[in-house]
């Protein structure tokens, strides 16, 4: 299972990190998912916003997000992290964590269905 916290409120220009940790005994660590998020806002469509593959350490972006969203993993490997910088009012939704054991190729990343684990979502508010 995937757990997703960070969420809340806050005003235009600012600051959030998202985490997300794996629970369960698969014995496996984090390292060796294809990992990303989604967002979903109101009456919208699901959509990519940033993701990392297993064993490569480049990082993919939205184009809405790159240049103010970084994704990382911790140093243990343990949690996916989403710093998200210079929110806007459009960034706003439900972020869900995913993953799917092994490597992606390059053009599945940002399909949502070569995901096979979803957390629960954390809502992110941008508002004044």
């Known amino acids: 299972q995937l757990q997703a916290s960070g969420g809340g409120s806050v005003q235009p220009g600012g600051s959030l990190r998202l985490s997300c940790a794996a629970s369960g005994a698969s014995g496996r660590t984090l390292k060796t998912y294809s990992m990303a998020w989604f967002r979903q806002a109101p009456g919208k469509e699901r959509e990519f916003v940033s993701g990392?593959?297993?064993?490569?350490?480049?990082?993919y972006y939205a184009d809405s997000v790159k240049g103010r969203f970084t994704v990382f993993r911790d140093s243990a490997g343990n949690t996916l992290n989403l710093q998200m910088n210079t929110l806007k009012p459009e960034d706003t939704a439900v972020y869900y964590c995913?993953?799917?054991?092994?490597?992606?190729?390059?053009?599945?990343?940002?399909?949502?269905?070569?995901?096979?684990?979803w957390g629960q979502g954390t809502l992110v508010t941008v508002s004044s």
């Open positions: 990392i593959r297993s064993t490569d350490p480049n990082t």
């Open positions: 995913v993953a799917r054991y092994g490597r992606l190729i390059t053009s599945e990343i940002r399909r949502a269905g070569a995901y096979d684990y």
